[in-house]
């Protein structure tokens, strides 16, 4: 099983709103990712996660507030996003978190993040 | 730094038909990973194939393969009987191994493959 689940598919929210994305994963991986994707372009890693601590940041606005509460969950708190900011969000998780062949990132479907 | 350039931004095929999307990459490290990864308009990354670079023998699975040159820096991604399904943008992806400089995953910039009927 190779499941990677995020929620909601969907969100829409002004600039002054607070709201949240989760991931969820059971296959044990001990590392999870927040990514963020433009249409057509590449997705762009934000943060990740290994054995529950924050491992890399990469320099990502402090309205992006990512939370891992347990190895199998993953949050990303939103607060006072721009508009800019709307995107596809994927979650990733990975066996270790320190690279290599066996640390493959499996994705989940993404929250498609409207910021009005 | 290592780099990944896809040169096809677009490509179109015909149900049934073989296609090659080519994918090539820049490094400086002589053991290293790469992935190749599709999106439908579904939204969701699929992994397709990945290859360990210190293995000469080229990766396959099922209707997917790949051409793996080490010494050209080359890592294309063939499709053989292509399905109406294969559509999709793909992405190639490099990794350094285990314990490197950077655990990420480096993305090219993806091709857009329409499967034709």
């Known amino acids: 099983d190779t499941e990677v689940t995020q929620t909601p598919k969907h969100l829409v929210m002004g600039m002054t709103n607070k709201k949240s994305l989760k991931c969820e994963q059971h296959?044990?991986?001990?590392?999870m990712y927040w990514y963020k994707q433009k249409a057509k372009k590449p997705p762009e890693l934000m943060f990740v996660?290994?054995?529950?601590?924050?491992?890399i940041n990469e320099s990502v606005p402090s309205r992006f507030s990512p939370e891992c509460p347990n190895s199998s969950l993953l949050n990303l708190h939103l607060h006072a996003l721009q508009p800019e900011d709307s995107a596809l969000y994927l979650c990733?998780?990975?066996?270790?978190?320190?690279?290599?062949?066996?640390?493959?990132?499996?994705f989940g479907p993404g929250t498609r993040l409207t910021v009005l | 730094a290592q780099t990944v350039t896809q040169s096809q931004p677009e490509m179109s095929v015909q149900e049934a038909e073989t296609v090659t999307l080519s994918c090539t990459y820049d490094?400086?490290?002589?053991?290293?990973?790469l992935f190749w990864y599709k999106q439908p308009p579904s939204r969701q990354m699929i992994l397709v194939i990945r290859?360990?670079?210190?293995?000469?023998q080229n990766a396959t699975e099922n209707r997917f393969s790949v051409n793996f040159q080490k010494a050209a820096k080359s890592f294309s991604l063939k499709i053989s009987d292509s399905q109406l399904g294969d559509t999709a943008m793909y992405f190639c992806?490099?990794?350094?191994?285990?314990?490197?400089?950077?655990?990420?995953?480096?993305f090219g910039t993806g091709t857009l493959l329409a499967v034709q009927p």
């Open positions: 490094t400086s490290e002589s053991n290293y990973y």
């Open positions: 296959m044990g991986h001990r590392a």
């Open positions: 996660y290994s054995y529950e601590k924050l491992s």
């Open positions: 992806a490099f990794m350094e191994p285990y314990g490197g400089a950077t655990n990420k995953l480096i």
């Open positions: 290859q360990e670079a210190y293995k000469q």
């Open positions: 990733a998780s990975s066996p270790q978190g320190g690279g290599g062949f066996t640390d493959t990132q499996y």
